[in-house]
């Protein structure tokens, strides 16, 4: 797909499949967090981590954003996206770059953090798109395989 008119043929996501999948979503990342953790806890001899509480945090954020960002890069769609058939594409039609990817990734996370309202926009947005997917020009299509 080479451009922007031919993004009209794919149906915007709807909302509540969108929160299905950020659900879905959470359980996953939940893991990936004990994962990380776990690393972090070997890594330090099993040691207190509060000393790098800081670093810490960094480290999640970055290797969560990583983690999902390398879902949307290669297909499109993290677990839970694939399980409610959506799928996130950039304005050509194709998957993310992996800046498009982080920088939505950090966009969407503080638009959770702010009580959804970057996600919320997307329910008075006339093309249904959320604050996060307006800002990298990106957008979540609903999808039949």
Same mark, same amino acid.
């Given at each position: 797909?080479?451009?922007?008119?031919?993004?009209?043929?794919?149906?915007?996501?709807?909302? &509540?499949?969108?929160?299905?999948?950020?659900?879905?979503?959470?359980?996953?990342?939940? #893991?990936?967090?004990?994962?990380?953790?776990?690393?972090?806890? @070997?890594?330090?001899?099993?040691? #207190?981590?509060?000393?790098?509480?800081?670093?810490? $945090?960094?480290?999640?954020?970055?290797?969560?954003? &990583?983690? &999902?960002?390398?879902? *949307?890069?290669?297909?499109?769609?993290?677990?839970?996206?694939?399980? *409610?058939?959506?799928?996130?594409?950039?304005?050509?039609?194709?998957?993310?770059? *992996?800046?498009? @990817?982080?920088?939505?990734?950090?966009?969407?996370?503080?638009?959770?953090?702010?009580? @959804?309202?970057?996600?919320? *926009?997307?329910?008075?947005?006339?093309?249904?798109? #959320?604050?996060?997917?307006?800002? &990298?020009?990106?957008?979540? $299509?609903?999808?039949?395989?």
């Amino acid at each position: 797909m080479s451009n922007k008119a031919n993004l009209s043929d794919f149906p915007s996501a709807p909302f &509540l499949r969108r929160i299905a999948a950020l659900v879905y979503d959470s359980f996953i990342v939940f #893991s990936f967090l004990l994962l990380a953790t776990t690393i972090a806890l @070997a890594v330090n001899h099993g040691q #207190s981590l509060m000393p790098y509480r800081w670093l810490f $945090i960094s480290y999640l954020f970055i290797s969560t954003g &990583l983690f &999902l960002s390398w879902f *949307w890069i290669t297909s499109g769609q993290t677990l839970g996206m694939l399980a *409610w058939k959506i799928k996130v594409i950039n304005q050509d039609g194709k998957t993310l770059t *992996w800046k498009q @990817a982080f920088l939505r990734y950090c966009v969407g996370f503080f638009s959770l953090g702010l009580g @959804a309202i970057g996600l919320l *926009w997307c329910l008075f947005n006339q093309d249904k798109q #959320s604050l996060h997917d307006i800002l &990298l020009k990106t957008r979540v $299509i609903k999808y039949q395989k």
